[in-house]
């Protein structure tokens, strides 16, 4: 009998540390769940925190009362042509000759402006002739007169 009372000893030791175990694991499941719903509730928040700001951002001067003024860069774009690029170059074909802009009429009289030249004849109340220019020192530029 003292083997057979040994081991029922053993095994209500280890029935013993089961339970001591068993009660752990509730312990540690009711505070999970716990710091689940916690966890839930606080997403809950943050999804309708984060639906709000969407609904804030969706809007500009065209869907609410902001005016056009304090938009700023975040303009909603403008429409946009529905052409699909050719893959041309744009301008003329290679090879053209192409065109200036003549003069209509030859000029009498070439002289260069200086800035500073310029600057006197205006502020005196005059316009620029070539008589103010040459007598002015200044050197050349278009003279049409």
Same mark, same amino acid.
Do not use: W, Y
């Given at each position: 009998?003292?083997?057979?009372?040994?081991?029922?000893?053993?095994?209500?030791?280890?029935?013993?540390?089961?339970?001591?175990?068993?009660?752990?694991?509730?312990?540690? #499941?009711?505070?999970?769940?716990?710091?689940?719903?916690?966890?839930?509730?606080?997403?809950?928040?943050?999804?309708?925190?984060?639906?709000?700001? !969407?609904?804030?951002?969706?809007?500009?001067?065209?869907?609410?009362?902001?005016?056009?003024?304090?938009?700023? %860069?975040? !303009? @909603? @774009?403008?429409?946009?042509s529905l052409r699909?690029?050719?893959?041309?170059?744009?301008?003329?074909?290679?090879?053209?000759k192409g065109a200036? #802009?003549?003069? @209509?009429? !030859?000029?009498?009289? #070439?002289?260069?402006?200086?800035?500073?030249?310029?600057? %006197?004849?205006?502020?005196?109340?005059?316009?620029?002739?070539?008589?103010?220019?040459?007598?002015?020192?200044?050197?050349?530029t278009l003279c049409?007169?």
């Amino acid at each position: 009998m003292d083997e057979r009372d040994a081991l029922i000893a053993a095994l209500q030791q280890q029935i013993a540390e089961q339970q001591r175990q068993i009660a752990e694991k509730d312990r540690q #499941i009711a505070e999970l769940t716990e710091e689940n719903s916690s966890l839930a509730s606080q997403l809950e928040k943050q999804k309708e925190e984060i639906r709000e700001l !969407k609904q804030k951002l969706g809007l500009n001067s065209h869907n609410s009362s902001i005016s056009s003024a304090k938009e700023g %860069f975040n !303009k @909603p @774009p403008k429409n946009k042509s529905l052409r699909e690029p050719s893959g041309n170059n744009p301008g003329a074909q290679k090879g053209h000759k192409g065109a200036n #802009i003549n003069l @209509p009429h !030859k000029p009498e009289s #070439i002289f260069r402006r200086n800035a500073e030249n310029v600057l %006197f004849l205006k502020s005196a109340g005059r316009t620029a002739k070539c008589s103010d220019a040459e007598s002015a020192g200044m050197s050349s530029t278009l003279c049409c007169t």
